[in-house]
T-cell receptor
Framework: DAKTTQPNSMESNEEEPVHLPCNHS???????IHWYRQLPSQGPEYVIH???SNVNNRMASLAIAEDRKSSTLILHRATLRDAAVYYC???????????FGTGTRLQVFP | DVKVTQSSRYLVKRTGEKVFLECVQD?????MFWYRQDPGLGLRLIYF???????EKGDIPEGYSVSREKKERFSLILESASTNQTSMYLC??????????????FGQGTRLTVV
């Protein structure tokens, strides 16, 4: 399975934009890029996903590099509630497996 | 409101016991997953099922088995519980990844302690 690499931790101030990077240099053509986050004492929750084009939803934006070897999750205005572990995951189109890495722990300061 | 429900929030079992962790989803999802989560190790996939009676091993299947007799229910079985299986267990379900709505939904987790 293709691997992703994320920084262990990042910090942000409230109401500032946050850019969470993810490297996936061994991505294949059928791999979807998914992002999940896990708030303290909760199960993970879906944030956003994409294949080739940039994506926006009410929670975040996903910017995918042209060669697809990296992507960035963008939180436009961080809130205290966004403090969580963020996981970047590749989901292979022909297997449906969902394999998590260790993620990025985001701290948000008031 | 979509739901993945795990049968217990907390469980305490003795070493050597056979343990069943149950997971039910009400979204008609084809895929169901079992993970364990340990500090510093993140979520690790134990088993994955893509259809009734179909399963695939994840990264850490040793000491576990699964059962999927009905589409909505996916059971994780610890044949003979050991102390190193003390962990948080998370169940999830999703449509196939190529579906328009492919996000996975997670249950609230079962914290299992084996003594």
């Amino acid at each position: 399975d293709a691997k992703t690499t994320q920084p262990n931790s990042m910090e942000s101030n409230e109401e500032e934009p946050v850019h969470l990077p993810c490297n996936h240099s061994t991505i294949s053509g059928t791999d979807y890029i998914h992002w999940y986050r896990q708030l303290p004492s909760q199960g993970p929750e879906y944030v956003i996903h994409g294949l080739t084009s940039n994506v926006n939803n009410r929670m975040a934006s996903l910017a995918i590099a042209e060669d697809r070897k990296s992507s960035t999750l963008i939180l436009h205005r961080a809130t205290l509630r966004d403090a969580a572990v963020y996981y970047c995951i590749l989901r292979r189109g022909n297997t449906d497996k969902l394999i998590f890495g260790t993620g990025t722990r985001l701290q948000v300061f008031p | 409101d979509v739901k993945v429900t795990q049968s217990s929030r907390y469980l305490v079992k003795r070493t050597g016991e056979k343990v069943f962790l149950e997971c039910v989803q009400d979204m008609d999802h084809e895929n169901m997953f079992w993970y364990r989560q340990d500090p510093g190790l993140g979520l690790r996939l134990i088993y994955f099922s893509y259809d009734v009676k179909m399963k695939e091993k994840g990264d850490i299947p040793e000491g576990y088995s699964v059962s999927r007799e009905k589409k909505e229910r996916f059971s994780l079985i610890l044949e003979s519980a050991s102390t190193n299986q003390t962990s948080m267990y998370l169940c999830a379900s999703s449509f196939p990844v190529v579906a328009p709505s492919a996000e996975a939904f997670f249950g609230q987790g079962t914290r299992l302690t084996v003594v």
